[in-house]
């Protein structure tokens, strides 16, 4: 079962303008949300990541934006540029979990159209 | 930092073969993970060694999946008899803990993908 719904699953954008990917997720044990990005041939690298006491967490042109009561959070990309395009995954853990119960979206294929 | 390092990179081999990979994860990570991933689709959890115990097993780790961890260092990832299902890219991700309650991001290697003829 999919413990986090992640949408769009592809998403083209100009060069300059905001991109934007969305995350939901069910389990309130889940108390980490990192972001991960991934190039074709390459593994997941961690992109930003937040924890639930704070609402956003910008990083460079990197947003993350959280909402805990709707148990949603979004990764936002201003000023987007053709080197962003990648496949971004938001993933949500469970650090109390033995092993760090760690789940992933399926996944945004974005493309920056230069 | 070296990083998390896969080998190999791609194995292709025939239906019913058993295949091998190797995982060496950052020197002081003392936790270690393996995941899938298929095409269009995010990691998704087979197993978890901290140092050489392994704690945790996903369902969709079959019978036909082996891993070990010896002497908590490098691990592999054993696959016996394998299927056409079984073609993906299999992932490992290492990360460092001493404490079980602190959240900590993964680190991935480039993985190794397979593909069953």
């Known amino acids: 079962q999919q413990q986090v719904k992640q949408s769009p699953q592809s998403l083209i954008v100009q060069k300059g303008g905001i991109s934007i990917i969305n995350c939901a997720y069910e389990?309130?044990?889940?108390?980490?949300f990192p972001w991960y990005q991934q190039f074709p041939g390459k593994g997941p690298a961690l992109l930003i990541a937040?924890?639930?006491?704070?609402s956003e967490k910008k990083e460079g042109r990197f947003t993350i934006s959280f909402n805990k009561s709707a148990k949603q959070f979004s990764l936002h990309i201003m000023d987007s540029q053709p080197g962003d395009s990648a496949t971004y995954f938001c993933?949500?853990?469970?650090?109390?979990?033995?092993?760090?119960?760690?789940?992933f979206g399926a996944g945004t294929r974005l493309t920056v159209k230069p | 930092d070296t990083g998390v390092s896969q080998d190999p990179r791609h194995k292709i081999t025939k239906r019913g073969q058993n295949v091998t990979f190797r995982c060496d994860p950052i020197s002081e990570h003392n936790r270690l993970y393996w995941y899938r991933q298929t095409l269009g689709q995010g990691p998704e959890f087979l197993t978890y060694?901290?140092?050489?115990?392994?704690?945790?097993k996903s369902r969709l780790l079959s019978d036909r999946f082996s891993a070990e961890r010896p002497k908590g260092s490098f691990s592999t990832l054993e696959i016996q008899r394998t299927e056409q299902g079984d073609s993906a890219m299999y992932l490992c991700?290492?990360?460092?803990?001493?404490?079980?309650?602190?959240?900590?991001?993964?680190?991935f290697g480039n993985g190794t993908r397979l593909t069953v003829t």
């Open positions: 991700a290492s990360s460092p803990s001493s404490d079980r309650r602190k959240n900590s991001p993964l680190h």
């Open positions: 993933a949500a853990q469970n650090g109390r979990a033995v092993w760090n119960d760690m789940r």
């Open positions: 937040i924890r639930p006491d704070v």
């Open positions: 060694f901290q140092n050489e115990a392994q704690l945790e």
């Open positions: 389990n309130t044990a889940f108390d980490y």
